[in-house]
């Protein structure tokens, strides 16, 4: 590791700062800066959120059950209306950021760590530990996930990080054949094979040569993950075994909405409005990402910075 | 003015890319008349494909777009044509094959089908269409047509498909076939093969031929005129023996002088130290058999060319010497030590002896690293060549030592050439200071006026710095200028193996003999004279 390190420091002596670069770029890429703005300032909400607004988000206020958004005239945490026991909807979104965020991440990560490293062993190692990788994975699948949820769960107590391990158990095969399947692509392409003749040992080959290809597909697969993540942990809460009240989650939000649905929209409408900015700003971003890592694509980035410049 | 069956004047195509309005071609002229054959001879990146490409209506707007000239055919304007119009003349009064048939032919409809489909499209009844299509495929030459007729593309080998092809093109009886580098990916005995069918055919039916190549061969054997391309501008046209004999155009000069089998050949001089002894080298996969007992041994600071058609082992072999697959049986002496029975510790030690130079250097080089990345793994790997203070000025030597600038080391794989990024390679194969390289068809995917270039490099190479070379290739004249002792293979075996100027002037074997007549001069009076023997004594070994 030492090495790789030290490697792109002395390449940056020449090459223009990696950061400075990488921020050219996402000024010439509209959408990906807007997306990055947007994923910075959930951030920061994120975590002041619940210090800032905390108290507001709870208290209860019966007289303005499902208030209707758009009153102006209230306070700016009013405007996007109230729940079904009159708390301001704006103020429990903001409040509730920590949480989902906090859970989706930490899930999306940890599954995408373990899959991706399980997928490269199993695509690189011999056909009996691949063998025993594949069927994990398939038991994994085949194994309806709520119920493993439900039993791990009940099991271990609800907390946030059993959560983010029990969401993230059920997402690792995606992340372990998606890797397999393009390890066992790339390691039959030539400039693998040409490592190897240098003497290469495996991890130089897997780390180096072929994780950075596949990379780009992962974080792809990982920013689709995120939504499915932030549902998944709603439908949990519902069961009374995820985020249970009084914390909140986006969809905790949107599933206690659910009934009031034909009467009072907003109280699913915001939150889901939530979940659909930030998983869309992380695909913006990805894509922008996948570009700009890759040095054959790099230049449609560079070339519209240089143009408007 | 005679008309013209094809009439090309003042084309000119450009490409919108993001790098700015690339002139694919620009201003060309050429005609072509029924029962004439033209060859459209240039290299990568020339435009020689545009223009046809035009013709066929298959350029896509945008990126690309006409922007200036007509072509007729038949004194009909293509270019102003009605859409509707225009599928009417594609493919039943002009027809095209392409360099690989597998691409496209569709894997999942048998042969027959698609060859009654290109008819019953224009019009023809089924029940014709099949007792046609058994008449084409047994004329290109398919064994058991009727049986052919219902297998799968796949089931075909290499030059099989391109006579299916050429059936198909055929089918409707063009009056003008465009063949854009119909023999490239083909074998040079089937090359012979094919090209020879194509004249025999274009007789009977009368049509015109529009050959697109790279090959100076190609266009000797088969070609009436020809005009010459370089960077989208046409420079040269003229019939194939004068522009032969006096190129007026200095690239014309140039890729005449390029191509291979003009120079010395090198004397045959069997001093030195045994470098590697191979004996009796075997490998099967499955009940395919790829080698069948290889026993040869190479010299120190010497070149051994292995020449073979697809299927003769000879890449295998190289595989197998590398240890990126196991021998199932057969020893290789190194320093007195057996390959292949080297434990992984010392295989590494050994790797730093041993290098190899792939065939595609778009693909043998990392995509995501820069060119001082690449070459400086070889010191990451092995770090005892060399302390790390020392990487940016070594590197910038072998830079300079492949003929590359210093300040190439920043860039990345996809900025350069072919040429200069198989110099890439050979830079990093360089930078272990191994004794032996090993080149698989390290020119096949190069220009010819490249080819030379990087085959004079290696040479240079050996002379400086005595590494020996394994070269493989699948052409004889490619390496007549370079090797020092030849091993002709096929099969599995080893045909031939002998000192080169003994295989080029006076080779022993059959089959070694059937290959140096196969491959093609770029003389055409040469050719002229070898289709004359050909006719006379038909080929032995017609292989399908």
Known sequence: MTVSSTRTDSLSADEPAFLRRMGRMLLADKFALVAAVFLVVMVVLAIVGPAWLGEEALKQNLRGRNLAPFDWSRDWFWWFGADALGRPLLARIIVATQNTLLVAAGAVLISAVIGTFLGLLAGFSSPRVSQAIMRLADVIMSFPSLLIAVIVLYLLGSSILNLMLVLSITRIPVYLRTTRAEVLEIRERMFVQAARVMGASSRRILFRHILPIVFPTLTTLATLDFAYVMLAESALSFLGIGIQPPDITWGLMISQGRQYLTNAWWLSFWPGLAIIFTTLSLNLLSNWLRIALDPTQRWRLEMRGETRG | ?544
């Open chain 2, 1 to 544: 003015m005679a008309e013209h069956l094809l009439d090309v004047r003042d084309l000119s195509v450009e490409f919108h890319t993001a790098a700015g309005v690339v002139k694919a071609v620009c201003n060309i002229f050429y005609h072509l008349d029924r029962g004439e054959t033209l060859a459209i001879l240039g290299e990568s990146g020339s435009g020689k494909s545009v223009s046809s490409a035009a013709i066929m209506n298959l350029i896509d707007t945008p990126p690309g777009r006409i922007t200036s000239g007509e072509i007729y055919l038949d004194g009909v304007d293509l270019l102003t044509m009605r859409p509707q119009e225009r599928r009417e003349v594609n493919g039943k009064r002009i027809a095209m094959i392409f360099q690989d048939p597998l691409s496209h032919l569709n894997p999942v409809y048998t042969v027959g089908w698609q060859i009654r489909e290109a008819m019953t499209t224009h019009g023809l009844q089924s029940e014709a269409a099949e007792a046609e299509a058994l008449r084409l495929l047994g004329r290109v030459g398919i064994a058991d047509p009727q049986i052919a007729l219902k297998k799968y593309p796949h089931q075909f080998s290499g030059g099989q498909r391109q006579r299916v092809m050429i059936a198909m093109a055929l089918a409707l009886r063009p009056d003008l076939l465009i063949a854009d580098e119909p023999t490239t990916a083909l074998d040079v005995t089937v090359q012979a093969e094919v090209l020879a069918l194509l004249k025999e055919l274009q007789r009977e039916i009368g049509m015109g031929v529009l050959i697109i190549t790279h090959d100076l061969g190609v266009v000797a054997e088969i070609a009436d005129r020809v005009v010459v391309m370089e960077k989208g501008a046409l420079v040269e046209s003229g019939t194939v023996g004068d522009v032969y004999r006096n190129p007026k155009h200095p690239y014309t000069r140039k890729l005449i002088a390029a191509a291979p089998g003009r120079g010395a050949m090198h004397e045959d001089d069997q001093k030195g130290d045994v470098l590697l002894r191979v004996r009796d080298v075997r490998k099967s996969y499955g009940a395919f058999e790829a080698l069948r007992g290889v026993s040869f041994d190479l010299m120190a600071g010497q070149t051994l060319a292995i020449v073979g058609e697809s299927g003769s082992g000879k890449s295998t072999l190289a595989r197998v010497l590398l240890r990126l697959e196991e021998p199932d049986t057969g020893s290789a002496l190194w320093q007195g030590r057996d390959l292949f029975r080297l434990p992984p510790r010392e295989l590494y030690r050994l790797r730093r002896d041993l290098q190899m130079v792939f065939q595609d250097p778009s693909q043998s080089l990392n995509p995501r690293m820069t060119v001082f990345q690449l070459i400086s793994e070889a010191w990451v790997i092995h770090p005892d060549i060399l302390p790390r203070s020392r990487w940016r000025e070594r590197v910038a030597e072998l830079l300079q030592q492949v003929g590359l600038s210093p300040d190439h080391m920043r860039r990345y794989p996809h900025q350069f050439s072919g040429g200069q990024r198989q110099r890439i390679a050979i830079a990093r194969a360089l930078a272990l200071e191994p004794r032996l390289i090993i080149c698989d068809e390290a020119v096949s995917a190069l220009d010819v006026s490249v080819q030379a270039q990087v085959i004079e490099l290696l040479d240079r190479l050996r002379q400086e710095t005595g590494i020996s070379f394994i070269f493989i290739a699948h052409d004889l004249p490619v390496v007549r200028d370079f090797a020092d002792q030849v091993m002709v293979m096929r099969k599995g075996r080893i045909v031939e193996l002998g000192g080169v100027r003994q295989i080029f002037e006076a080779p022993r074997e059959a089959y070694t003999q059937a290959l140096l007549a196969a491959s093609l001069d770029p003389d055409p009076d040469v050719q002229a004279s070898h289709r004359a023997r050909r006719a006379a004594s038909p080929s032995p070994l017609s292989m399908e």
